[in-house]
């Protein structure tokens, strides 16, 4: 597609429930990025695919979210366990190696735990 | 720790008028810096960047600061418009590896 596409764009879920989180990044970039937006907050990040290097986990909260990247493509981040903490809009970025810097977001999925 | 900070959390202009919203940023290790745009339900859009072996970038309507002895970033926007209302954030980035790191963000409101 001609840009980052994020699904769902909404979800709902309860307390304890395990959700997972889609990316398609734009075709041919090889680098790949989740961040977490809190209401009125900036950006926190949470992973960070580049090729078919070992990503860079640093910034995820707790053992209970996990991402992995297939093919170098499309990238899932999973919640297991969800918390009421959990709830964010999670964005997903990524970008072309030599300007792997210059990221293209994707719209988001809002993450309400209730 | 890390840390990237904006000095003012909203920014109200006049339409017309010229805007700048700046930003603090904590190591002075970075070398890349980027301004962001994002409009509500959207995700940030790249406005202009700049990398540390400068002190300014122009681009259409809008320039970027950067005053490496404060540690110190600032976007200006010229003429401000209406469709400039949104929540701006820098970011900041170390050498190579590839991980942003985020300001809290400031909300510009343009009146007409």
């Known amino acids: 597609g001609a840009g980052v596409s994020q699904s769902p764009s909404n979800k709902v879920t309860e307390k304890g429930k395990d959700v997972e989180l889609r990316c398609d990044p734009i075709s041919g970039h090889t680098a790949l990025y989740w961040y977490r937006q809190s209401l009125g907050q900036g950006l926190e990040f949470l992973i960070y695919f580049q090729g078919n290097s070992a990503p860079d986990k640093s910034g995820l909260p707790s053992d209970r979210f996990s991402a992995e990247r297939t093919g170098g493509s499309v990238s899932t981040l999973t919640i297991q366990r969800t918390q009421q903490e959990d709830s964010a809009v999670y964005l997903c970025a990524s970008s072309s190696q030599g300007v792997r810097e210059k990221l293209f977001f994707g719209s988001g999925t809002q993450l309400s735990v209730l | 720790g890390e840390s990237v900070g904006l000095h003012l959390p909203t920014l109200s202009v006049q339409e017309g008028d010229n805007s700048i919203i700046n930003c603090a940023y904590s190591n002075s290790a970075s070398d890349y810096f980027i301004w962001y745009k994002q409009e509500s339900g959207k995700g940030p859009q790249f406005i202009i960047d700049?990398?540390?072996?400068?002190d300014k970038r122009q681009g259409q309507r809008v320039t970027v600061l950067l005053n490496k002895t404060v540690k110190h970033l600032s976007l200006q926007i010229a003429a401000t418009q209406p469709g400039d209302s949104a929540v701006y954030f820098c970011a900041e980035s170390l050498g190579n590896t590839g991980k942003l790191i985020f300001g809290q963000g400031t909300t510009l409101q343009v009146k007409p």
């Open positions: 700049i990398r540390s072996n400068m």
